[in-house]
């Protein structure tokens, strides 16, 4: 009997194309490999009713481990956003398009050495009038392909997912594609068989769109784009991505915190420059209504660097002396751990610091 690789291979050169799709199908059936776990609760809990009504076909747990509200929350920080903001401006650059090296998108043969023919290149102007208008007939008129790259690219960068849906006509042709909120956009829940065969049914609806826990749309696998950047082997993933904001949480939350002790350095506490000592027999109600005046003179924006002062008895042998309660920023590198937060962030998204404005330089040197 001959091996899989022969067996495709007479395939394809074979003259009848029914044989050819026979043995074709045959060894696509012989992966026994699961893309699910049957044992999972969390599958368990995904069954769809016997009779496959759309409202049990949405997955409540989403993503999972993150939600994605708390990814769209993440991308609010001015790091996060500087972040995947280059990186979208910087891919929509390829939007427009080009006959030379620049940047851009080109449309050419398969053949690079052949000459387009008279036909060729009506074809080649039909598409690329297809990709600037987002297809033949949009259904969006305030859409072009740099807002469509804008869009997707955005979701793909805070969700590791992107979607984008096929247009399609009566006949089945394809007339348009538009993105869909990657937020909204879930795996549709197994049956009962997917799940004993541990994979999915491809004649089944693949996808949904959930707004407000209620399924409002189903696709088929060649009705909508599942974009993932970074897939996952991982069965409980449910083939979903790997967001780059799901592995900085917690950089992100330090940098959060970070600032929020230095902005409250400023705006609250008892971190007084100094203290006022006033030594006088004054009469206590008299020395109140003089604070009070005092406090009102050099109070800072909210409290910040307030002064204490305190009444000292001039007989007495009462004195004042300075005690250190707390380490200065300096000495705790406040600043050495913010650039470590931001380099993480950044090394994760695979990009340089410089790029969203922050030039640290050479490790060691002080050079750039």
């Known amino acids: 009997m001959p091996n899989w690789f022969e067996r495709f291979k007479a395939a394809n050169e074979g003259e009848d194309n029914e044989i050819n799709k026979s043995v ?13 776990n049957p044992y999972d609760s969390a599958n368990i809990s995904m069954l769809s009713d016997s009779k496959g009504k759309s409202d049990y076909y949405y997955d409540v747990g989403g993503r999972g481990a993150i939600t994605y509200h708390q990814l769209e929350n993440l991308t609010k920080h001015p790091i ?45 102007k039909m598409l690329r009038a297809f990709i600037e208008n987002c297809g033949s007939e949009p259904t969006d008129f305030e859409l072009n392909f740099e807002n469509f790259l804008k869009q997707i690219v955005r979701d793909s960068l805070a969700y590791d997912q992107c979607n984008f ?15 869909v909120d990657a937020k909204t956009v879930r795996r549709a829940k197994l049956s009962e068989a997917e799940i004993k065969a541990g994979r999915r049914d491809k004649d089944r609806a693949a996808y949904v769109q959930v707004i407000s826990n209620k399924v409002v ?59 006022i000592a006033v030594k006088s ?23 910040a660097k307030r002064t204490p002062l305190i009444q000292l008895d001039p007989e007495g042998d009462e004195a004042i002396s300075s005690i250190n309660l707390s380490n200065s920023n300096k000495e705790m590198e406040y600043d050495n751990w913010l650039k ?8 994760v998204f695979q990009m340089d610091p410089a ?7 050479n490790e060691g040197s002080g050079n750039s």
């Open 80 to 124: 996060v956003s500087s972040i995947l903001q280059t990186r979208i401006n910087q891919v929509a650059e390829f939007a427009r398009f080009t006959d030379d090296d620049d940047l851009g998108f080109s449309i050419k043969l398969k053949d690079t050495e052949a000459e387009p023919s008279d036909e060729d290149k009506e074809t080649m």
């Open 355 to 361: 790029e969203i404005g922050f030039v640290f330089g």
């Open 281 to 303: 027999k004054m009469n206590p109600n008299l020395f109140r209504a003089f604070r009070r005046e005092f406090y009102q003179m050099l109070n800072g924006v909210q409290n």
């Open 217 to 275: 749309a189903e696709y088929s696998q060649k009705d909508l784009c599942f974009g993932i950047r970074r897939p996952r082997t991982d069965l409980s993933s449910l083939k979903y991505g790997y967001p780059e904001l799901e592995e900085l949480v917690g950089v992100i939350q330090n940098i959060y915190q970070a600032e929020t002790y230095n902005a409250s350095n400023f705006t609250n506490g008892i971190n007084a420059n100094g203290i």
């Open 340 to 347: 470590y937060l931001i380099k993480l962030s950044c090394s």
């Open 165 to 179: 849906e096929i247009v399609r006509n009566r006949l089945g042709d394809v007339v348009a594609f538009q993105p």
């Open 24 to 36: 074709i199908d045959e060894l696509q059936k012989e992966a026994r490999s699961y893309e699910l």
